[in-house]
């Protein structure tokens, strides 16, 4: 009898025994889906200017804190933004969350800027585990294709993607690729007044006036010199100033005399290009012919977008579309989106645009 007790008491500490170690697996599992390390880059080259000042971030020890760039997507410190928030930072280490709230009691941190420092490789980790509660509200975030996004932890450091500091602040976010700079601006309902108060922020900006305006004929031959043609070999169609996400710009459109359709949008201020279409809507294609291989599609592409390599083509398919082959391909590079269709049979470029991965 004795015997039998030993032999069911035994099987119930081996059935506990097993349900330990299970549980431990999966709290372990569950760990490490919540703190994924990852390679991004530190990107001091960048510069971040937030209704039309110059920013530079400081952690609480008065070090800077530059931005980091992971998986094509800039992220900026929490706590800084927290500061231009006008809000305290509060980090409870016990439930792993990070509070924004109140009006902040305390002055914003000041420090050295890190002129030492270089573009690199970091690892960084992806914290699922973290909550980030602004005025009593828990928020969660997501990318322009509406995937839920997490914040990232560096030098004890925690980061959040700028669409999201976009969404705290209020303001739009857009970047200019020549000069590398992220721009948040607020945006006004009304853009037609001398001046302008930004309200919470308590700042008194002024809106351009047309005097710091490139001219449209400016604009004209920046467009022109992108594509490659001559004011001679194009129709124009349009060339208008207007506003934009709070800034002006230009909206030059023209056509060749084969009917290839471009549409340019041009910094009315700097004169960069900030997107830009371009459409071979009259091209025939051919009924038969072989088709050029993948690589060949791809070193098209990439020849239109200097610098970028092999790592930035995000998408390279073959499809048919109204009787053609043809090769869709998606480049993102120095925070830029291209998309291309090639014929697949020719190699010409059939269509082609570029646009901010923010917009």
Same mark, same amino acid.
Do not use: Q, W
């Given at each position: 009898m004795k015997?039998?007790?030993?032999?069911a008491t035994g099987r119930r500490l081996t059935a506990l025994l097993l349900c330990t170690v299970l549980l431990a697996?999966?709290?372990?599992?569950?760990a490490g889906a919540a703190n994924t390390t990852v390679t991004a880059q530190?990107?001091?080259?960048?510069?971040?200017?937030?209704?039309?000042?110059?920013?530079t971030f400081y952690d609480a020890g008065g070090n800077e804190a530059h931005p980091i760039v992971?998986? !094509?997507?800039?992220?900026?410190?929490l706590r800084a933004i927290g500061e231009l928030m006008g809000k305290n930072v509060n980090w409870d280490e016990a439930n792993l969350t990070v509070t924004l709230a109140g009006s902040r009691i305390t002055a914003a941190v000041s420090g050295t800027p890190d002129t030492a420092a270089k573009k690199q490789n970091i690892s960084a980790q992806i914290r699922r585990d973290f909550t980030i509660v602004v005025d009593g509200v828990t928020r969660t975030f997501a990318d322009g294709a509406g995937n839920r996004v997490y914040p990232l932890l560096y030098n004890g450091i925690t980061y959040l993607p700028l669409r999201s500091v976009g969404e705290l602040m209020g303001d739009s976010v857009s970047f200019d690729s020549k000069t590398s700079t992220v721009i948040l601006k607020r945006d006004s309902l009304v853009t037609d007044a001398d001046s302008f108060n930004q309200g919470s922020q308590g700042s008194q900006t002024t809106t351009p006036s047309t005097? !710091?305006?490139?001219?449209a004929e400016t604009a004209k031959a920046k467009a022109l010199a992108h594509a490659g043609l001559k004011a001679a070999d194009?129709?124009?169609?349009?060339?208008?100033l207007e506003w934009d996400d709070g800034r002006r710009v230009y909206d030059v459109e023209f056509y060749t005399a084969d009917y290839r359709e471009y549409d340019y949008e041009i910094d009315a201020v700097t004169g960069s290009v900030l997107s830009f279409d371009y459409d071979a809507d009259s091209y025939t294609p051919p009924?038969?012919?072989?088709?050029?291989?993948?690589?060949?599609?791809?070193?098209?592409?990439l020849a239109k977008v200097p610098g970028a390599t092999a790592s930035h083509v995000k998408k390279l398919k073959l499809d048919r579309d109204d009787g053609r082959w043809e090769y869709e391909i998606e480049i993102v590079y120095k925070e830029i989106e291209y998309d291309f269709e090639i014929d697949a049979v020719t190699g010409?470029?059939?269509s082609w645009d570029a646009e901010s991965i923010y917009d």
């Open positions: 015997t039998g007790i030993r032999r697996g999966v709290l372990a599992l569950s530190l990107s001091p080259h960048f510069t971040i200017e937030i209704d039309g000042a110059e920013k992971y998986n !094509g997507t800039t992220y900026l410190p005097d !710091g305006v490139i001219s194009v129709t124009f169609v349009k060339s208008k009924s038969t012919g072989e088709r050029i291989s993948e690589a060949k599609a791809r070193s098209i592409a010409a470029i059939l």
